[in-house]
Structure formats: structure tokens, C-alpha cells
């Protein structure tokens, strides 16, 4: 946090008035919206990886030259390991499409904002290639059968073993390994954005689509990010849709170069199939071992998507892999999911009222929280028994959000067993007034300054509820006036 401070203070001459830590998704990387006294906002990245660090803002940078619509790059550590871009705002395009998603029918409205960025989609792969210095991007550079090997190892190692179904492991290599020389015998030469969906692409307040999140790009084939963007399994498009979208996509890509569109059509369903068992192996890490709702909750569309496309023979040429996968679609568990592998279930919770959780973090030195909701009770938890920091001048300016004072805290451990006992308390009594449909409970972790342990302790406990349960949160780290909100999934 303090590194992205010292980027605002020299790019605007002053520390901002105000920070709001922004949730994450399926990202390790930190985002912080950093404020200006006169309302104007930033957003603060901050990267464990230098080489996807340098990837991003590369790209940015390569991109806006194309004319394509990314946010801008405004600052940057000169370790590489944060800076500063555009605030694109709160709203991405999948919350535009949140009713379509619910009703299971796309109004006039939403289609032509899932017509905009499909037609934004071949400028993105044709334009974004031109001139584009491949050794800027992360390893693989190149869609390759290596390259897709990666992803279907990744199915196979984070989502199909977890079935416990038998197999047969030289059967399946071989299987693998076809279809990995089937994928890549096209053209590789335009930008293969390789997780293009409405979740990146955020929605200005102008209109603007924009797109993020696309430092994992590498050349590749056209196909793979229209399977991603249509067939992604929580979108719910309908058949008639996504055959309308890509006439849609094919009529722009006919402006920038020549197409055949029968031929691309037919290519296009073997990376639907092959993208269906990437995401489901991201499902799988994110979820079953991340315990992240979403991508729980994103697992029985994605099956049912997968079962559609085995009864339409698109896995003919893979008999063994097809064999593996019609056992197991058929698996009740993955259908209904959550209560899977042994994942904590959260439906029993669903339609049992709307709990909202409030966690703060405070100086013992300036009292303990008042519980303003009126129910009172929850809990308070003492820090002050864990190794402090802030006994040390290099952590002295930093605060519990700030790696430095993070690796300090999680190397030396006391920390981690404290955490520990405290989310099995606060597990045990979120479960318990879910049950019983109340609608508040708060948490609070006091230390001395309110600085180090404390905003440690708050924000891996909200992050842990939300992950969890996909509840409501108000985060509060009041010494450090930050609040965070995490909306209920």
C-alpha cells in the first residue's frame, strides 16, 4: 500500500484523501481505488509477479496505441511491483447483464450490449497483433499443443481427479495429446486475449465498453476467445443467441481480414469443448480447493453445457475422453454442486434472510467499535498477544494490507494460529444466524495502533466469510479510515 501512496503523491502531488480496497475475484493481485480531495479516482494495482506486471502494462500501453479501448497506464514502481491505471469505474458488463442472466432471456437492451462487445472482440485479436513484440508477453507466447496441454492437465489434475473416478492414465495422454495437435492446427497469428468474458469488460460511464485482465495473452487462434465469451457457463446464452453472435463476430472480422465462415464455424465447437474442460479445471482450484462460491455455483452450467456438446458427438475423435466424460456428467454431485468433495454446502443457508457481517479493525488505545446496527454481541479479538510489527522501523509506515508487514506476520506465524481459532468461532456462529435468519453480526480485532495485526486479522476474515459464504460484508479498518464492501454473491 505504501508504494502505491508514493505513485499517487507523484503523480498528484499529494497522498490521496481516501483508500477503498476493491474485491477480488479469481486474482491474486491486490486492487485499491485510491481517491483525490477534488472526487477523482485511480486504481492501484499491486502484482507478486514483476514478469505479469511488465505483461499488463506492456500490453496497455501497445494497445492504446491500436486505438483499442484499455484503461491507461499512469504510474509506475520502479520495482515493478505496483502502479497506478484508469478508473474504468464499478460496473462491468456482466452486471449489465445480470437480469438476462436471472430470467434466462436477454432484453433488446442487453443483446446489443452482448453485440458491442463481440464486434470489439476481432479488433482486439487482429489490431492488437500488428506489431505486437511477442517477448513482452508471459510464457507461452504461442498457443501451441504444449500450451494446451497446460490448460487440459489443468482439467484433469484440479477437476476430473476429484471425482475419484478410475481411469486409465496412458488412454487419456493419448487422447489429450490429439486433441492438442487438432486445436492448434490453425493459424496462430492474432491475439488470443485467452479469458474474454463479461466479467473483463467494464462499462464507462459514457457508454464505453473496456476491456481488463488480459496479461495471460499470447498468439493464438481466433476461435478460443469467442468460445470463452459465448460459452462461458454462467452467461446462460441461449443457442439461437450464440449463433446470432457469431454472425455478428464474423461480419466485423470480414472488415479487418478475409474469413471462411463455414470453415470457422466448424472449428469453433472443438474450442468450446476444449475451453469447457479449462474453466471447469479453474472451477475446480478456485472452488472445491479455493472455496470461492462463484466458481462453485458455476459448476453445474458448465456441466450442462458439457453434456450438450457430448450428445452433439464433438468428442467422437477422443473416444476414451469421451467415454470419461459421459461417466462423468452424469455424476449427481457435479449437477447440484456445493455439496461436493467436501466443500462446505452454503445452500442450506440460501432464502434463510440476508445476513450482513461488519468487521473492523481498531486501536485498543481509541476503544473498542460501537455496534451501531443495535443487536449488539458478536466478537472482539485481541491481537495483542501476536508478534507487533510496528516494534520495527521498516513496518512502522506501513499497515497490516502492505506485503512487507504481511510475509513479516504469516513468516513468523503467531498470526496464522490466532486466525485460525478465530475463523472456526466466527464460521460456527455466521452458519447459526443464517440458520435462524438474522441479519447482522459483527466482528472486531483490536491492537495497539490499530495499524498492523488488527488490519491483518479484519481483512483476511472478511475475505474469508465472503469466500466462504458469499455474504454481505462492511469492512471497516477505522484507525486507517478504510471501508470495503463485499456484496452478497
Request: charged share 25%; net charge negative; proline share 3%.
Amino acid at each position: 500500500m505504501q508504494g502505491l501512496i508514493l505513485l499517487f503523491n507523484r503523480l498528484f502531488g499529494t497522498d490521496p484523501v481516501k483508500t477503498e480496497p476493491i474485491s477480488k475475484a479469481g486474482s491474486n493481485r491486490e486492487y485499491v481505488r485510491l481517491f483525490c480531495a477534488d472526487g477523482q479516482t485511480v486504481i492501484g494495482v499491486i502484482g507478486q509477479s514483476v514478469a505479469e506486471n511488465n505483461c499488463f502494462i506492456y500490453l496497455s500501453k501497445h494497445f492504446e496505441e491500436k486505438g483499442l479501448p484499455v484503461p491507461a497506464i499512469l504510474s509506475v514502481s520502479d520495482d515493478c511491483l505496483c502502479y497506478l491505471q484508469e478508473d474504468l469505474g464499478t460496473r462491468a458488463l456482466y452486471d449489465s447483464l445480470k437480469a438476462g442472466r436471472q430470467a434466462g432471456d436477454y432484453s433488446t437492451e442487453e443483446r446489443h450490449l452482448i453485440r458491442q462487445a463481440i464486434r470489439l472482440l476481432p479488433h482486439i485479436q487482429v489490431k492488437g497483433a500488428k506489431e505486437l513484440d511477442t517477448n513482452q508477453l508471459i510464457q507461452p507466447q504461442t498457443f501451441s499443443p504444449m500450451a494446451a496441454m497446460f490448460d487440459l492437465n489443468y482439467f484433469k489434475y484440479c477437476f476430473f481427479k476429484t471425482t475419484e473416478l478410475p481411469y486409465n492414465e496412458v488412454l487419456l495422454e493419448s487422447d489429450f495429446q490429439r486433441l492438442s495437435h487438432d486445436l492448434c492446427a490453425t493459424d496462430c497469428q492474432t491475439f488470443l486475449f485467452r479469458d474474454f468474458q463479461a466479467r473483463n469488460i467494464m462499462m464507462k460511464a459514457d457508454g464505453q465498453l473496456c476491456v481488463i485482465d488480459y496479461q495471460g495473452g499470447m498468439l493464438g487462434p481466433l476461435h478460443y476467445d469467442v468460445a470463452s465469451f459465448l460459452w462461458q457457463a454462467s452467461a446462460c446464452y441461449s443457442k439461437e443467441l450464440r449463433q446470432e453472435m457469431v454472425e455478428e463476430y464474423l461480419d466485423e472480422l470480414s472488415k479487418l481480414q478475409e474469413v471462411n465462415k463455414e470453415e470457422f464455424k466448424a472449428k469453433l465447437q472443438l474450442f468450446v469443448f476444449f475451453r469447457l474442460l479449462q474453466v471447469l479445471g479453474a472451477y475446480g482450484m478456485r472452488g472445491y480447493f479455493e472455496r470461492k462460491k462463484y466458481f462453485i455455483n458455476s459448476i453445474p452450467p458448465a456441466i450442462k453445457s458439457l453434456q450438450s456438446l457430448l450428445d452433439d458427438g464433438v468428442a467422437e475423435a477422443y473416444p476414451y475422453l469421451e467415454s470419461l466424460l459421459k461417466e462423468m456428467v452424469r455424476l449427481p454431485k457435479l449437477s447440484a454442486s456445493s455439496e461436493t468433495f467436501g466443500t462446505k454446502s452454503t445452500s442450506k443457508y440460501d432464502n434463510q434472510g440476508d445476513l450482513v457481517v461488519s468487521i473492523y479493525s481498531f486501536s485498543y488505545k481509541k476503544g473498542i467499535p460501537e455496534d451501531t446496527s443495535g443487536n449488539g454481541g458478536g466478537y472482539v479479538f485481541d491481537c495483542r498477544s501476536t508478534h507487533n510489527p510496528g516494534r520495527y522501523e521498516q513496518y512502522k509506515p506501513l499497515t497490516g494490507l502492505d506485503q512487507p508487514v504481511i510475509d513479516f506476520l504469516e513468516d513468523d506465524g503467531e498470526i496464522v494460529s490466532f486466525l485460525e481459532a478465530a475463523y472456526r468461532l466466527a464460521e460456527r456462529h455466521v452458519e447459526r444466524f443464517m440458520e435462524r435468519g438474522f441479519t447482522h453480526v459483527m466482528f472486531s480485532f483490536g491492537c495497539t495502533g490499530g495499524r498492523h495485526r488488527s488490519v491483518y486479522s479484519a481483512q483476511h476474515l472478511a475475505e474469508h466469510l465472503h469466500q466462504k459464504y458469499g455474504i454481505e460484508i462492511h469492512l471497516y479498518h477505522r484507525e486507517q479510515n478504510i471501508q470495503q464492501t463485499f456484496a452478497k454473491v
